[in-house]
Each structure stands twice: as structure tokens, then as C-alpha cells.
Nanobody, 128 residues
Framework: QVQLVESGGGSVQAGGSLRLSCVAS????????MAWFRQAPGKEREGVAA?????????ADSVKGRFTISQGNAENTVYLYLQMNSLKPEDTSMYYC????????????????????WGQGTQVTVSS
């Protein structure tokens, strides 16, 4: 069973930076795609950034130019990162790591429905 554990969240002032990490155990580099999502209280979970097995990346418009997703691999473990710069108060959310092993034709990599495995989340709070 794939397990995802996020870390790196915290409280920062607007304009600051944070780096989120996700350890995906029992998930190999042959998996199809991984992503970061976020969910603020009272709002739907939204896709922030995704990376495919081939290294292609996709970003939500709201974070383009500020966030960078990257991935590192080890035997039976994949590490997913999200470097967040120029943070804004509206970036305040619980951030979740997600992974999918099976590639699905036509899958939208920033859609929650495309992912089977989820972490428990790490809180990011940005103050003005």
C-alpha cells in the first residue's frame, strides 16, 4: 500500500518562502503522476501543481511563477517537493500530496479524481 507523508508546512509572512516535502513509500518512479493539492476551510480541494513520470509539470494559474514542483527517487520511495516563493495570504491552506500509479487516458492531473493515494496534509499559513 502506497503511503504519503507530508512535511514542511508552517507559518510565514507574506513574501516569504516554504518548501514542502512528501515521502511516498512503496511508490516507485514508474508511477504515473504526483501532485500537490490544497484546501482552505469551506472551499473545495484544488490542484496546485503536478508532475508526470516523464518530468512534465503543470501548475495552477494562481501559483505559476511562484511555486516549483520537483521529484527525487530512491529504491521503492519517491520524494515530492513543492518550493513556494512569494507567498500570499491567499495561499493559506492545508496542502496535500497525491499520487497515482495507473496512467489513465485523458486524466486531468490537477483534478482530485485522478488520484488514488493521498497524504494527511501539512498546514501552510501566510500572514499579511
Amino acid at each position: 500500500q502506497v503511503q504519503l507523508v507530508e512535511s514542511g508546512g508552517g507559518s510565514v509572512q507574506a513574501g516569504g518562502s516554504l518548501r514542502l516535502s512528501c515521502v511516498a513509500s512503496k511508490y516507485t518512479a514508474s508511477g504515473c503522476y504526483m501532485a500537490w493539492f490544497r484546501q482552505a476551510p469551506g472551499k473545495e480541494r484544488e490542484g496546485v501543481a503536478a508532475i508526470t513520470r516523464g518530468g512534465s509539470t503543470v501548475y495552477a494559474d494562481s501559483v505559476k511563477g511562484r511555486f516549483t514542483i520537483s521529484q527525487g527517487n530512491a529504491e521503492n520511495t519517491v520524494y515530492l517537493y513543492l518550493q513556494m516563493n512569494s507567498l500570499k495570504p491567499e495561499d493559506t491552506s492545508m496542502y496535500y500530496c497525491a499520487a497515482e500509479i495507473q496512467c489513465r487516458l485523458g486524466a486531468r492531473v490537477l483534478s482530485t479524481s485522478s488520484y488514488t493515494y493521498w497524504g494527511q496534509g501539512t498546514q501552510v499559513t501566510v500572514s499579511s
